[in-house]
Nanobody, 125 residues
Framework: QVQLVESGGGLVQAGGSLRLSCAASGRSWSSYSIAWFRQAPGKEREFVAG??????????SSSDSMKGRFTISRDNVKNTVALQMNSVTPEDTAVYYC????????????????WGQGTQVTVSS
């Protein structure tokens, strides 16, 4: 059974950094693209960043609010994907999810196969 588990969330002050991790079990991730999404209270889930199966290609959010601050990386030996979040703002407060799919990274959540339960990130002002 495929399981994705996010970790690393918590409370952070505005301007600080946080590193989220997503660990997979049940299959090898080396053939799957991975993406991070987030969902803030009362808002739709939105794409944050994605990385190709081999880690060569990354896709960033088209949102200006996230550009240049979030970096995605992966370790196919450990079956983990990380999201480095820098210069966070209260607008980054959300539940962050990782998800995988067998094709290239896309920004559309419905095209992802498996999802984790999410990890809460709260940014205080």
């Amino acid at each position: 059974q495929v399981q994705l588990v996010e970790s690393g969330g918590g409370l952070v002050q505005a301007g600080g950094s946080l590193r989220l991790s997503c660990a997979a079990s049940g299959r090898s991730w080396s053939s799957y693209s991975i993406a991070w999404f987030r969902q803030a209270p009362g808002k739709e889930r939105e794409f944050v960043a994605g990385i190709s199966y081999n880690g060569i290609d990354t896709t960033s959010s088209s949102s200006d609010s996230m550009k240049g601050r979030f970096t995605i990386s992966r370790d196919n030996v450990k079956n983990t994907v990380a999201l480095q979040m820098n210069s966070v703002t209260p607008e980054d407060t959300a539940v962050y999810y990782c998800a995988d799919r067998g094709g290239a990274v896309v920004r559309t959540e419905v095209r992802y196969d498996y999802w984790g339960q999410g990890t809460q990130v709260t940014v205080s002002s």
